[in-house]
C-alpha cells in the first residue's frame, strides 16, 4: 500500500481567552456614630444611590459580556489520503472444443484444443483443477499486482474438424464476475448448446441460471445451487433445461466465488457439421449496444448451403431480450463500412420474449450495429458462411460451413488506452480489427494512425497472434473477425478495469 507521506490537514486552531477579574472587598472595623434622623435618611439614601450605582455597572459589564465574542475553536483532523496498490487481474480462457464421444455411453471431452496468445508484462499462467470435459481445463492468465505494466488482454481460436464438430471459433478470455448475460444458440434438432462456468475464486460459487425463450421466461429443474469448486469448472447441456428452444437467453448469477460464464454452441445439419462458436457475455441489459462487427460475406452460398433444415441460421439476424416487466421500443441500424445512413428497422419487445429479428435483403459488406431501445435490453448478432468447395472442411470431406454469434463490445473511453488480443489461427484465415465511434474518433492502433469518421465502421487488417495497444481520443468499440474460406469467427477487445483511486482515511 501506498501513503502519501503529507498529511493533509483540515483547518488551523485558532483561541482566544478572556479573563475577568474579580474584587475583594476590604474589611475593618465598623465605626460607632450616633446620627440624627435626618442624618440616618441620607445615609440610607447614600446606600440606595451606591447599589444603584453597582446594578448599573453589573447590567454594563454583562452587556459588555454579551457584546464580545465567545472562542473559536476548531479542532484539527489529521486526513490521510491512501492510494491502494492496484490488486492481481485475471482473465479465463475457457477451453478448447466441446463434443461427445462415439459409443454406447458417450462423454463430454474437447474435441480440439485452443490456439491462445496472452499480452501483458509479467503474466502468469494457470490451468483449472477440473474440468466436466475429458481432457478439458480452462486458463487463467493474471497479471499479477507487482507486474510492471497495467494492460492485459488474452483470446482463444478453436478449429475443431470431427464428423459432429467442426468450424472456426475465437473468443476473448474474459474477467470473472457475479452476473452474466448469455446471448445465442439453440436447442433444437442438431444444435447443440453448453453452458461453461469456470470458478477462479478461492471459494466455492453457487451459480443461478434463468432462462429466456421465444415463448418467454422457462422454468426448469436444475438450474439453481450449482456448484463450482476453486479453480473447478461445469459445463451445464442447455438441452437439458431448455428443451427444442430456437432462441435462448440465460442469467448467470453467482455468489460466493465469481464466474467467467460463456456459451459454446455447435450445428449438424443432416450428416454435416456447420459450425461453431463461443458466445461471450453481456455484463447486464442497457438501453444501448453497439456490436462493432458483422459481416455477411456469401449470404446467397450460405442461403442455398443451409436449405437443407429450412436455412433457420444462414440469414443475418439480431437476438433481442427485454427482461423487464415492460414493452421496449427498439430501432437497430445495421452501419455499412462506408458509412451513411444504413439498414434501420424498429421493433417492440414484448417483456420476457425473446425476439430474433432476421434481415433478409442485404449485400455482402462490413456492417456494424447500433441497437437502442426504450428499455434495459440484451442483445447479440448472428451471422453465417459457406464454402462452395469440397474437401477443405470437416473430416468427412464437406465443405466447410459456419455461424458465428457476435456480442456487443463495451466502450474504451476517450482518453483512453487498451490492448487488444488477436488470436493465433490456423492457415488460411486472416484477422482484421473493427472499430466503431458514434462522435467520432482518432486512434492509434499499434502506432498506425487511424482516423474512424462519426457513425463509421473502419476495418484494419491485423496480423494474428499478437497483442495490440489502442489509444483512442474518442468513445470507441473494438471487434476483431477472423474469417477464411466457409469460416468465420469474432472477438471483443474489453476496456481496462478502472484504477482504485485515493482513499481518505480519518482518524475516530
Known amino acids: 500500500m501506498m501513503t502519501d507521506p503529507t498529511p493533509e490537514l483540515g483547518a488551523t486552531t485558532e483561541t482566544e481567552l478572556f ?12 465605626a460607632r456614630l450616633r446620627r440624627s434622623s435626618g442624618a440616618r435618611v441620607g445615609a440610607a439614601l447614600g446606600r440606595a444611590g451606591l447599589a444603584l450605582g453597582a446594578a448599573a455597572a453589573a447590567a454594563a459589564l454583562a452587556a459588555g459580556v454579551l457584546l464580545i465574542p465567545s472562542p473559536s475553536i476548531t479542532a484539527a483532523v489529521p486526513a490521510v489520503p491512501v492510494t491502494p496498490d492496484r490488486a492481481d487481474q485475471s482473465l479465463v480462457c475457457a477451453g478448447g472444443a466441446l463434443g461427445l464421444t462415439r ?14 496468445v496472452a499480452t501483458g508484462a509479467g503474466l502468469v499462467e494457470s490451468t483449472a483443477a477440473a474440468s466436466d470435459a475429458i481432457d478439458g481445463a480452462a486458463t487463467v492468465v493474471t497479471l499479477p499486482r507487482e507486474a510492471p505494466g497495467d494492460l492485459l488482454a488474452a483470446a482463444e481460436s478453436l478449429r475443431p474438424r470431427t464428423p459432429d464438430v467442426s468450424g472456426l471459433a475465437a473468443a476473448e478470455c474474459i ?11 439453440a436447442t433444437t434438432v442438431g444444435r447443440t448448446t453448453w453452458v461453461v462456468l469456470t470458478n477462479a475464486d478461492a471459494v466455492d460459487a453457487v451459480v443461478d441460471l434463468a432462462l429466456w425463450g421465444e415463448k418467454g421466461p422457462i422454468e426448469a429443474l436444475g438450474t439453481t445451487g450449482i456448484i463450482v469448486a476453486p479453480g473447478e469448472q461445469r459445463i451445464v447441456p442447455l438441452a437439458g433445461l431448455a428443451v ?52 455477411v460475406i456469401g449470404l446467397e452460398t450460405a442461403l442455398e448451403r443451409f436449405s437443407v433444415d429450412g436455412g433457420a441460421d444462414a440469414l443475418t439476424a439480431v437476438r433481442m431480450l427485454a427482461p423487464g416487466d415492460t414493452p421496449a421500443e427498439v430501432t437497430v441500424t445495421l452501419v455499412p463500412q462506408q458509412g451513411g445512413l444504413g439498414l434501420s428497422t424498429q421493433a417492440t419487445l414484448d417483456p420476457g420474449v425473446v425476439f430474433d429479428l432476421p434481415f433478409t435483403e442485404l449485400a455482402d459488406g462490413e456492417y456494424a450495429v447500433v441497437v437502442e431501445a426504450s428499455q434495459p435490453i440484451v442483445v447479440a448478432g448472428r451471422t453465417s458462411v459457406a464454402s462452395a468447395a469440397a474437401g477443405t472442411g470437416a473430416a468427412d470431406g464437406a465443405a466447410p460451413a459456419d455461424v458465428e454469434w457476435f456480442s456487443p463490445a463495451a466502450a474504451l ?20 480489427v473493427h472499430l466503431f465511434a458514434p462522435a467520432g474518433a482518432e486512434v492509434e492502433l499499434d502506432g498506425v494512425a487511424v482516423s474512424v469518421p462519426p457513425g463509421a465502421v473502419v476495418v484494419v487488417p491485423s496480423a494474428s497472434d499478437a497483442g495490440l495497444r489502442i489509444r483512442t481520443t474518442g468513445a470507441l468499440h473494438v471487434s476483431v473477425t477472423y474469417r477464411g474460406d466457409g469460416l468465420l469467427a469474432g472477438s ?15 482518524p475516530n
Not at 479573563?19 to 465598623?30: I, L, M, R, V, Y
Not at 460466493?256 to 454435416?272: E, F, H, M, P, Y
Open 19 to 30: 479573563h475577568t477579574p474579580t474584587s475583594a472587598e476590604e474589611g475593618g472595623e465598623p
Open 103 to 116: 459409443g454406447a455411453d458417450p462423454q463430454l471431452t474437447v474435441v480440439a484444443d485452443p490456439r491462445r
Open 175 to 185: 474477467a470473472p464476475a457475479r452476473t452474466a448475460w448469455l446471448v445465442g444458440g
Open 244 to 295: 427444442d428452444e430456437p432462441s435462448p437467453v440465460v442469467r448467470v448469477t453467482s455468489s460466493g466465488g465469481s464466474v467467467a460464464a460463456t456459451l459454446q454452441t455447435s450445428i449438424v445439419r443432416g450428416l454435416d457439421p456447420d459450425g461453431v462458436s463461443v458466445i461471450t457475455p453481456i455484463a447486464a441489459p442497457a438501453t444501448s449496444h453497439v456490436i462493432p462487427a458483422l459481416p
Open 413 to 432: 473511453a476517450a482518453g483512453s488506452e487498451a490492448v487488444v488480443a488477436v488470436a493465433p489461427v490456423p492457415g488460411g484465415v486472416t484477422a482484421a
Open 492 to 506: 471483443r477487445a474489453a476496456p481496462p478495469p478502472a484504477a482504485s483511486g485515493a482513499v481518505l482515511v480519518l
